[in-house]
């Protein structure tokens, strides 16, 4: 007998309403009901993967890439198994499509699945279940792919694509676009609360803690995409941060100081960055205008005073008692 929507089960004496969904994805699936986009760029062969959703925590479940493979993300009732294994069938040789239709196939609930991937030549492969709740759809351009389900309306999926191809910037810029244009277009039915971003290398370094070069997400909140292109600029920042950290290993402190002041440009109110751009400076012998900001850096948050006295030892600045007093002379009294 087909069963409705929705039955009655009683639990503990008390009736409650449950959905008559299939067993398997009742049983263990997420609800990761949602619009991502999947993509290769034809210029790096970077892949990445970006998505938003009202579900907690969506970026543990839709998002999965691997440098010089390819990208997966799987959505609706999702089957988290889609992410790995496409990835490995992928790794294999597979193409995209050859990869998605072998685990199709083997999908008692595929119905109730939205999945999404894109190999290392950048052909893309995706599947609406015809049970994903509607508005329901995807549609796919050159290199990349844009899915959708339970949304407001059925226009969202042709914004997503539409704004990527003629969005500028890098890959995840064109793909915080695509998002960003799904919100525009009325977005989930539900509202939002999480998102997340990856973008991996083209080839693997076989070091897969260096080939990953963004990985940014939004666990709960009120504006997740307003949130995640907040983080994905403190990304940027701090990845200055990085180079110039790099480079006053190498005693390139003019480098350095090109990488500080980017990353102080991009977060403006991470008092942090400013600090470290000042101890370059003062290194670099432009003691003056290092000592402006420090005095900056010290008003706004006196505590990085006390960290001035120890960079000697590590060789952050000159092992000289009156250079640091004079760093010191401009901290509040």
């Not at 007998?1 to 929705?6: C, F, R």
């Not at 790099?246 to 102080?264: C, I, M, P, W």
Request: net charge neutral; hydrophobic share 45%.
């Amino acid at each position: 007998m087909k069963l409705p929507p929705w039955k009655l089960i009683p639990l503990f004496g008390a009736a409650v309403l449950v959905p008559a969904f299939p067993a398997a994805a009742q049983a263990r699936d997420p609800f990761a009901h949602t619009y991502s986009i999947v993509a290769r760029d034809p210029v790096t062969g970077d892949f990445g993967v970006a998505v938003q959703s009202h579900w907690f925590q969506v970026g543990t479940v839709v998002p999965w890439a691997e440098a010089g493979v390819g990208a997966v993300a799987t959505q609706s009732f999702a089957k988290i198994d889609y992410g790995p294994k496409g990835l490995e069938l992928m790794r294999q040789g597979r193409s995209a499509k050859e990869a998605l239709d072998q685990l199709v196939a083997q999908d008692p609930e595929k119905d109730v699945r939205q999945v999404a991937m894109v190999d290392a030549q950048g052909r893309v492969a995706v599947w609406t279940g015809p049970r994903c709740i509607a508005a329901a759809g995807h549609q796919t351009g050159s290199g990349y792919t844009v899915q959708a389900n339970l949304m407001d309306k059925a226009t969202v999926w042709p914004a997503m694509a539409k704004a990527y191809e003629s969005a500028k910037g890098d890959l995840a810029d064109r793909m915080l676009a695509a998002l960003e244009a799904a919100e525009a277009e009325g977005g989930d039915i539900r509202g939002r609360q999480s998102a997340a971003l990856i973008v991996v290398k083209a080839r693997s370094s076989g070091e897969p803690w260096r080939d990953r070069l963004v990985d940014v997400r939004v666990d709960d909140h009120p504006q997740p995409l307003a949130e995640l292109r907040r983080l994905l600029d403190l990304h940027r920042a701090y990845e200055e941060m990085n180079r110039g950290d790099e480079a006053v290993a190498k005693n390139d402190f003019q480098s350095a100081l090109g990488h500080y002041t980017r990353a102080t440009g991009l977060a403006p109110g991470i008092v942090e960055l400013p600090f470290w751009q000042a101890v370059t400076l003062f290194v670099a012998g432009q003691e003056d205008k290092a000592l402006a900001l420090f005095k900056e850096v010290f008003a706004k948050e006196p505590r990085w005073a006390s960290l001035v006295p120890r960079l000697p030892a590590s060789g952050l600045l000159p092992d000289d008692p009156k250079k640091i007093e004079r760093i010191l002379s401009v901290a509040p009294k």
